[in-house]
């Protein structure tokens, strides 16, 4: 039933935003037809008259996933060997401190700051998008989840194939990663992933329950004629939010969705909140070429790191104005670290002694009890570590 009004919704907002779109037959052939009838009226319709209709049959998940543009498979009920979720959680928390060593070597401010690495993407402050190393439990996941996953988008493909089509090739992985998210992190806006023939697979790695800090979803966004406007109309009024879908999924469950499908990730208040996925192309030829730049995060000139824009655009002229202090402090420890060593590193000079020099502040920040990533506790390490050490 709520489903229903979810969708309905959807074409009153669409039709707000643009008449055209809300009208358009590619959104009438995606969306159940008693949802178009639903959205006849000027705004959402109310509860009473969806519930006046008789309920729908259960829909397969590739219909569901047809219609709505998300599924989930079995319920939400874990699908995937609990124990080895935990074990890909351990390992891509692991992952992301040292991506986020790496990123504050580089220069960058890992909590305020939106970078975006081949490695690692700061999606929305403490929100971080990874890919992972082939593990032997990271593969072991992906495969598990592209098998559970496959006979859905199979079904899916065959419904809307050409009578007398060759057979589509089999779903392929093109990408997959880790989003993790911490307590404090804020709602994103509702995003698209990308265009058609692909479809992301979530694995969360922790229980998530409905209407929590999960992912919200569009219901129909996906469809022709209504990505663009929908994308511009973020909605804000409280009966339009309500019409939103934020599903449970156990940990080692699955959640399927289209790639042009508008969703969001949900504020997190308490926890640590992983969530593994894969992206699945349905054909040959698509891919993800956009979500995560050619730059590496492992040698990011320090210029090029602090250009990329702050969360808090208020912060930004602090922030860039304290940077060369903050540099210019840790390249003294850095020289005076390198003179107390006198070569012993060999060949690994300057950027060697910078990265050992970083290491030393953020483990004085810890020993302190200061935020290791914030600058003005880092500017403050590196002055007391620099008064410690005997003069040369």
């Known amino acids: 039933m709520r489903t229903l009004h979810a969708v309905a919704t959807v074409l009153a907002v669409c039709r707000?935003?643009?008449?055209?779109?809300?009208?358009?037959?590619?959104?009438?052939?995606?969306?159940?037809?008693?949802?178009v009838r639903a959205s006849a009226a000027s705004g959402p319709p109310p509860y009473?008259?969806?519930?006046?209709?008789?309920?729908?049959?259960?829909?397969?998940?590739?219909?569901?996933?047809?219609?709505?543009?998300?599924?989930?498979?079995?319920?939400?009920?874990?699908?995937?060997?609990r124990s080895l979720c935990a074990r890909v959680a351990l390992e891509s928390r692991e992952r992301?401190?040292?991506?986020l060593t790496?990123?504050?070597?580089?220069?960058?401010?890992?909590?305020?700051?939106?970078?975006?690495?081949?490695?690692?993407?700061?999606?929305?402050?403490?929100?971080?998008?990874?890919?992972?190393?082939?593990?032997?439990?990271?593969?072991?996941?992906?495969?598990?989840?592209?098998?559970?996953?496959?006979?859905?988008?199979?079904?899916?493909c065959a419904a809307s194939a050409r009578v007398g089509a060759p057979p589509p090739p089999p779903p392929r992985v093109v990408m997959s990663g880790v989003v993790l998210s911490r307590a404090g992190a804020d709602a994103q806006r509702f995003h698209a992933d990308g265009g058609s023939r692909l479809f992301n697979v979530f694995v969360p790695l922790v229980d998530i329950a409905a209407e929590s800090d999960g992912t919200q979803?569009?219901?129909?966004?996906?469809?022709?004629?209504?990505?663009?406007?929908?994308?511009?109309?973020?909605?804000?009024?409280?009966?339009?939010?309500?019409?939103?879908?934020?599903?449970?999924?156990?940990?080692?469950?699955?959640?399927?969705f289209d790639y042009r499908v508008l969703h969001r990730g949900l504020p997190n208040t308490?926890?640590?909140?992983?969530?593994a996925y894969i992206v699945v192309a349905t054909d040959d030829t698509h891919a993800d070429a956009h979500n995560f730049p050619a730059r590496t995060v492992y040698g990011c000139a320090a210029d090029v790191a602090?250009?990329?824009?702050?969360?808090?655009?208020?912060?930004?002229?602090?922030?860039?104005?304290?940077?060369?202090?903050?540099?210019?402090?840790?390249?003294?420890?850095?020289?005076?670290?390198?003179?107390?060593?006198?070569?012993?590193?060999?060949?690994?000079?300057?950027?060697?002694?910078?990265?050992?020099?970083?290491?030393?502040?953020?483990?004085?920040?810890?020993?302190?009890g200061r935020d290791r990533w914030s600058s003005q506790a880092q500017l403050l390490a590196a002055n007391e570590l620099l008064a410690a050490m005997p003069p040369q």
Not at 270 to 275: G, M
Not at 312 to 324: E, K
Request: proline share 5%; net charge positive; glycine share 6%.
């Open 16 to 35: 707000a935003a643009s008449p055209a779109a809300a009208c358009s037959p590619g959104l009438r052939r995606v969306l159940p037809k008693a949802a």
């Open 48 to 81: 009473a008259s969806v519930a006046q209709r008789a309920p729908p049959a259960r829909a397969s998940a590739a219909r569901e996933l047809d219609e709505l543009g998300f599924a989930v498979l079995r319920g939400g009920e874990s699908v995937i060997d």
């Open 96 to 99: 992301l401190e040292l991506l």
């Open 102 to 156: 790496a990123a504050d070597d580089a220069g960058c401010n890992v909590l305020e700051q939106q970078y975006s690495f081949a490695e690692i993407c700061h999606r929305k402050r403490l929100r971080w998008d990874m890919r992972m190393p082939a593990s032997e439990a990271w593969v072991a996941l992906c495969d598990a989840a592209l098998r559970e996953v496959a006979p859905t988008l199979r079904e899916l």
């Open 217 to 256: 979803f569009w219901p129909g966004s996906h469809a022709l004629g209504v990505l663009e406007e929908a994308s511009r109309a973020q909605p804000a009024d409280a009966e339009t939010l309500r019409a939103m879908v934020s599903p449970r999924c156990a940990a080692g469950g699955l959640l399927v």
């Open 270 to 275: 308490s926890r640590e909140r992983a969530v």
């Open 306 to 368: 602090e250009a990329m824009p702050l969360w808090d655009g208020a912060l930004a002229n602090s922030w860039r104005a304290q940077q060369p202090r903050v540099r210019a402090a840790i390249q003294r420890l850095s020289r005076a670290i390198a003179r107390k060593e006198d070569g012993a590193h060999g060949d690994d000079d300057a950027h060697g002694a910078w990265r050992r020099a970083k290491a030393s502040v953020r483990a004085h920040c810890d020993r302190m």
